[in-house]
T-cell receptor, first 115, second 113 residues
Framework: NAGVTQTPKFQVLKTGQSMTLQCAQD?????MYWYRQDPGMGLRLIYY???????DKGEVPNGYNVSRLNKREFSLRLESAAPSQTSVYFC??????????????FGPGTRLTVL | AQSVSQHNHHVILSEAASLELGCNYS??????LFWYVQYPGQHLQLLLK??????LVKGIKGFEAEFIKSKFSFNLRKPSVQWSDTAEYFC???????????FGQGTRLTINP
């Protein structure tokens, strides 16, 4: 099993450009998450999908959109990138969210720089 | 709302020293607690977790953590650290019935050989 995979690993954008970060998991998990990691701020939740067909905002959703394409895939889109979105982005998945909580498994991350 | 506080931002130890990293959370009800580790250039991996039962939980690589409900704490310990423990450590909490895991700010641990 590959676990959680993310593409690309690195990306440099200019302000105003758009891009989509891809995430896929092969563990048949119901819930998927997108986080950003910034120095001294830990991980902050951008969006999550508790189950296929649903998405919800996390702590820092502004400037992002998501699509839960199917049970395996959860993409994150930056429509008009800004320097404040320079960060490392992690995708994660878990068997279930909510009351029946299980640990989250993380992907390798995407390091994004916006100039 | 849930919140997690990790008191130490950067800890520097010598090999064989004992380690304790602090984690306090804020939540009024039942919680599940986690410690994750991120080695340089790698993704987060689960070290250990507490759901219920014995408040002293043991994880991988000799780490353990103790849940003290009265103090809202879940401190991470290791009796004797190794150079390979150099990493960033994150405490995380989710309240029962909540949808979102909340992470602390992280503690960077540097072990000098």
């Amino acid at each position: 099993n590959a676990g959680v995979t993310q593409t690309p690993k690195f990306q440099v954008l200019k302000t105003g450009q758009s891009m989509t970060l891809q995430c896929a998991q092969d563990m048949n998990h119901n819930s998927m998450y997108w986080y950003r990691q910034d120095p001294g701020m830990g991980l902050r939740l951008i969006y999550y999908s508790a189950s296929e067909g649903t998405t919800d905002k996390g702590e820092v959703p502004n400037g992002y959109n998501v699509s839960r394409l199917n049970k395996r895939e959860f993409s994150l889109r930056l429509e008009s990138a800004a320097p404040s979105q320079t960060s490392v982005y992690f995708c994660a998945s878990s068997e279930q969210g909510g009351g029946s909580y299980n640990e989250q498994f993380f992907g390798p991350g995407t390091r994004l720089t916006v100039l | 709302a849930q919140s997690v506080s990790q008191h130490n931002h950067h800890v520097i130890l010598s090999e064989a020293a004992s380690l304790e990293l602090g984690c306090n959370y804020s939540y009024g009800g039942t919680v599940n607690l986690f410690w994750y580790v991120q080695y340089p250039g790698q993704h987060l991996q689960l070290l250990l977790k507490y759901f219920s039962g014995d408040p002293l939980v043991k994880g991988i690589k000799g780490f353990e953590a103790e849940f003290i409900k009265s103090k809202f704490s879940f401190n991470l310990r290791k009796p004797s650290v190794q150079w390979s423990d150099t990493a960033e450590y994150f405490c995380a909490v989710i309240g029962k019935g909540a949808q979102k895991l909340v992470f602390g700010q992280g503690t960077r641990l540097t072990i000098n050989p």
